[in-house]
């Protein structure tokens, strides 16, 4: 279940990238920036998961 979640997390992360390309493509570099931090967050929210989560199979 750990690495399942934590898969999941990072593909959302993905996601948001793929979003920032099309708005890149786009020319709308402000809304790019915007789901790069949104991809950032993502990443750094599944880092905590992870790390959450191993904690709960420890004890």
Do not use: C, P, Q, W
């Amino acid at each position: 279940m750990n690495d399942a979640l934590y898969a999941i997390a990072l593909r959302n992360a993905d996601r948001y990238e793929m979003l920032a390309r099309r708005a890149e493509d786009s020319g709308d570099d402000e809304l790019a920036e915007f789901f790069r931090r949104m991809r950032d967050e993502s990443r750094e929210n599944a880092e905590k998961a992870k790390t959450l989560l191993a904690r709960r199979v420890a004890e």
